[in-house]
């Protein structure tokens, strides 16, 4: 989680607006992590041959 939230911070600070990411849809710690980091889920889709869910976080709301 602490490499997690300093990735997202160093995002934050170079002025991204937005964080993607995905896991496969059976990964439900993967899920857990980002829904704990703040992510919300988009979608889901098939991603080279797997089952995917994306995931999105809008930096912009933590300035």
Do not use: C, Q
């Not at 993607?20 to 059976?26: G, L, T, V």
């Not at 098939?46 to 995931?55: K, R």
Request: charged share 30%.
């Amino acid at each position: 989680v602490e490499a997690s939230l300093k990735l997202i911070e160093d995002m934050k600070n170079r002025n991204f607006k937005h964080v993607i990411a995905f896991s496969e849809k059976d990964n439900l710690p993967a899920h857990n992590l980002l829904n704990k980091l703040g992510f919300e889920k988009t979608n889901s889709s098939s991603y080279m041959n797997m089952d995917v869910i994306f995931f999105k976080e809008d930096l912009s709301f933590l300035r």
